[in-house]
């Protein structure tokens, strides 16, 4: 029996950056995009793992597109699988998130399961079966994940159905920084059970042994995602265990990006005057990420990134551009030329801040780090109310 079904994920919906209106339009063409694919190629089902929405409190125009894109999969005969992702988590005082809603209403089939005495649990909700074909959704599970492989693992009978396990998680991409990464030699131990990991949470499509799958997101969210050149959605066509997965490109809108070096110009003015000059391939309606680097004998920061926004954007109607500044280089150990990490500089100084100020802390690193990732928030044009969830989370941690 052949069984069909499309898995993307991070489709951030409700996404909002610069409050420009056709980039928060961009999101929901995207889902169309997917919807319509699925109606033409008579494609059941839907898999979307993680970051439905871009915010956990989203508004009310968000919450409308997609209760009408849904309506229209829904006429079809199009059924949508959904896991929580970071962004869609309801708030740590909240018990439900958006997602729960909509899968109130009809509209998605929300598939998680629960933590009980420290090890995570299938529930009624976290299992879908259907002739042929079983669907396995484990929400976000953020620096546990790894923790709880086993649990997971342990908790999938086997079947003779194809089984496909839904996550948010990252392989071997994020170690160290406690959002969901895992180790490639532990997941891969699964494959006696478990037939497709279809995962999300990474913006970029790569795949691990022909058993787990990332599609990464249908947009760029961030303007910086253009470095991440491949994004679309799988659709996989099953036939008892035998899979055949087709990889479908998405039509993100375009952004260019170019890396200039400033090195042999002798004044910001002279640097600044040559990015402005110089031809680009833009076409009304891209947007347009230019970084600047090299090593100067001038103050760098002298050259005016906004003028040249300002006027790039008007000459060639581009909907956003980015200037960015990354000039200032440093030697390592090694006499070769490399960035200033200034994301580490920055989490240097709030610990070397909370230890002068707050002695008694004992965990100033784990404050450092959540401190930073309220930062990236702040970045992402998060609300208040989830930044204010991030820090009480980490403060609940403490209580507890």
Same mark, same amino acid.
């Given at each position: ?18 409050? $420009? ?87 998605? %089939? ?25 669907? $396995? ?153 230019? $970084? ?15 003028? $040249?926004?300002?006027?790039?954007? %008007? ?46 802390? %004992? ?22 109310? %989830? ?14």
């Amino acid at each position: 029996m052949k069984i069909e079904f499309i898995h993307c994920g991070d489709l951030h919906l409700g996404h909002f950056p610069n409050h $420009i209106e056709e980039r928060f339009q961009d999101y929901f063409k995207a889902l169309m995009d997917i919807i319509n694919y699925a109606i033409s190629h008579r494609v059941p089902f839907i898999l979307v793992s993680g970051d439905f929405f871009h915010l956990k409190a989203i508004n009310a125009r968000t919450l409308q597109h997609t209760v009408s894109l849904l309506k229209r999969a829904k006429e079809h005969q199009v059924r949508f699988f959904v896991i929580e992702g970071n962004h869609d988590k309801a708030f740590y005082v909240d018990e439900d998130s958006w997602l729960t809603f909509l899968d109130q209403q009809g509209y998605i %089939t929300l598939l998680r399961g629960q933590i009980e005495e420290g090890k995570w649990r299938p529930t009624a909700n976290s299992i879908f079966q259907t002739e042929g074909l079983r669907i $396995i959704g484990v929400e976000y599970l953020g620096g546990a994940t790894s923790k709880h492989l086993d649990d997971i693992y342990e908790a999938i009978p086997k079947s003779d159905d194809f089984t496909v396990v839904m996550m948010h998680a990252a392989i071997d991409r994020l170690s160290g920084q406690e959002m969901g990464d895992i180790r490639s030699k532990d997941i891969l131990r699964w494959q006696d059970k478990v037939d497709y990991v279809a995962l999300g949470h990474i913006h970029n499509r790569y795949e691990v042994a022909d058993f787990c799958y990332n599609p990464g997101s249908m947009e760029n969210i961030h303007i910086r995602d253009i470095q991440a050149k491949e994004k679309g959605f799988y659709h996989i066509s099953i036939d008892g265990k035998k899979k055949d997965v087709l990889y479908i490109a998405a039509k993100p809108r375009v952004v260019h990006y170019e890396k200039l070096d400033m090195s042999d110009f002798s004044s910001p003015m002279e640097a600044g005057e040559s990015v402005l000059n110089r031809k680009y391939n833009f076409k009304a309606g891209n947007m347009a990420s230019i $970084i600047l680097y090299g090593k100067t004998s001038y103050n760098a920061y002298l050259i005016d990134s906004k003028a $040249i926004e300002d006027a790039l954007q %008007t000459k060639y109607h581009l909907l956003h551009i980015e200037v960015e500044n990354k000039i200032n280089i440093i030697k390592n150990e090694t006499g070769l030329n490399e960035e200033v990490n200034m994301q580490a500089l920055l989490k240097t100084l709030m610990e070397d801040q909370l230890r002068f100020y707050y002695p008694d802390v %004992t965990d100033i690193e784990e404050w450092g780090k959540v401190m930073m990732d309220a930062t990236e928030l702040l970045k992402e044009d998060a609300d208040f109310d %989830t930044i204010i969830d991030h820090l009480y989370q980490r403060e609940s941690k403490d209580e507890n």
